[in-house]
């Protein structure tokens, strides 16, 4: 029988452990992927667990555990022991984040199971030629602005690096400045994310870009390969001066990735209309659905 105890604080040291067991099992969702969970960990702590060769992962925030499907080779038995543990010990909602797939399959051998579409959690996932092309009616307005900065401003890109970290570093803190993060939890949680990812950048293999206006950094995108097809952008910033610059780090980090990777997974929206607008604006080619099940639908 599974117990929360069973399960290990995740750390910087065992990206090793998730990288050897994503060769065999690749994440398709940016929750999963490694970068995200150790970078978040100020904000909801993770733990994990390696059993029968799946990879099983657990949440706690405040009070509240939530468990993830094994990743890995499906387990009926496996499932079952985590359901039991989602109903004595997890939240109201302790099943989460179940990509389409794995719904499919649980939809076959635990037919009684309930699952509610987890909308704000959707990945955007787009062709990388798209946005790095810019095709069409469909991008018009995007090209329009994007004209328009270029047009404004002449600019360089660099890829980040050992050489110029310090100045990404340098830039973040302005960026931090200028959106005020500390004023609101999740941007401060943001702040914490990003400032870890960046100062364990090459311990975590990331790739970034940099867009340089006279001389200083304005801009940032940092990425990596998510599964064969896929790079996910974890994030963007751009400096709030210079109208366009965010389209511009877009395409630029598209242009880059275009040849290796057909796609882009550029993360969720979480809810927040703005960000939603922005994404769908960006036309994705598919999203990455992901469901949760509630305690009381926990039937099988």
């Known amino acids: 029988m599974l117990s929360i105890e069973d399960f290990h604080p995740v750390k910087l040291e065992d990206k090793k452990i998730f990288d050897q067991h994503y060769k065999k099992f690749p994440p398709l969702h940016s929750d999963n992927v490694f970068t995200t969970i150790v970078s978040w960990k100020d904000y909801i702590k993770y733990f994990y667990l390696l059993i029968d060769k799946n990879l099983i992962i657990m949440t706690k925030k405040g009070e509240d555990y939530r468990f993830r499907p094994p990743i890995g080779k499906y387990n009926k038995e496996l499932f079952k022991q985590v359901f039991e543990l989602a109903i004595r010990e997890g939240s109201n909602d302790p099943f989460g984040v179940i990509g389409t797939e794995t719904k499919n399959w649980l939809v076959t051998n635990f037919p009684k199971l309930k699952f509610i579409p987890h909308?704000?959690?959707?990945?955007?996932?787009?062709?990388?030629?798209?946005?790095a092309t810019l095709p069409g009616r469909d991008y018009a307005k995007i090209r329009n602005r994007l004209n328009k900065f270029t047009k404004n401003h002449a600019f360089i890109t660099e890829k980040i690096n050992s050489k110029n970290m310090g100045e990404v570093k340098s830039?973040?803190?302005?960026?931090?400045?200028?959106?005020?993060?500390?004023?609101?939890?999740?941007?401060?949680?943001?702040?914490?994310?990003i400032l870890f990812s960046i100062a364990k950048f090459f311990e975590l293999?990331?790739?970034g870009l940099a867009i340089k206006i006279n001389g200083k950094i304005e801009a940032i995108s940092v990425f990596e390969p998510m599964n064969q097809d896929t790079v996910v952008v974890h994030y963007e910033k751009g400096s709030p001066y210079?109208?366009?610059?965010?389209?511009?780090?877009?395409?630029?980090t598209a242009c880059?990735?275009?040849?290796?990777?057909?796609?882009?997974?550029?993360?969720?929206?979480?809810?927040?209309p703005g960000l939603r607008k922005a994404k769908m604006s960006y036309r994705p080619n598919h999203m990455i659905k992901v469901f949760h099940v509630n305690k009381e639908d926990i039937v099988f």
Do not use: H, T
Not at 242 to 251: H, R, T
Not at 256 to 272: S, V
């Open 242 to 252: 210079f109208d366009g610059i965010y389209k511009a780090i877009n395409k630029e």
């Open 171 to 193: 830039f973040l803190k302005r960026w931090c400045l200028w959106k005020d993060c500390d004023s609101d939890p999740l941007l401060e949680s943001e702040k914490k994310a």
């Open 256 to 272: 880059l990735i275009q040849d290796k990777y057909k796609f882009i997974n550029r993360e969720q929206d979480m809810g927040i």
């Open 119 to 131: 909308r704000d959690y959707f990945d955007y996932v787009y062709l990388s030629s798209n946005l």
């Open 205 to 207: 293999k990331l790739s």
